[in-house]
């Protein structure tokens, strides 16, 4: 049924931006859950983008934007952009 999908999505979702907020909290960079070796068939550098395998503290001069995304079953999406915020 559609209630479970969706029950499902905001319960992982759920967990995932309370470790986003954790990461913002503790301004470092977690790695990146469940790679242990990024895909080689895309030009990550290319991009400017990398997949995040240690633990790294935030730089000091920028603000930090996380964004969580979940693609659920059936067509049951959820994205969320937690922004850091300083004095």
């Known amino acids: 049924p559609r209630f479970r999908s969706e029950y499902l ?3 992982v979702c759920g967990r995932v931006v309370i470790q986003a907020v954790e990461m913002l909290r503790k301004r470092v960079f977690l790695p990146t859950a469940g790679v242990t070796k990024p895909r080689t068939d895309f030009d990550w550098a290319g991009h400017n983008m990398r997949v995040q395998q240690t633990v790294e ?5 920028k603000k930090v934007v996380v964004a969580v995304s979940s693609f ?3 067509g049951s999406y959820g994205h969320v952009i937690v922004r850091e915020w300083r004095v």
Request: glycine fraction near 18%; charged fraction near 25%; aromatic fraction near 10%.
């Open 9 to 11: 999505l905001l319960r």
């Open 57 to 61: 503290p935030f730089p000091e001069d």
């Open 72 to 74: 659920g079953i059936g």
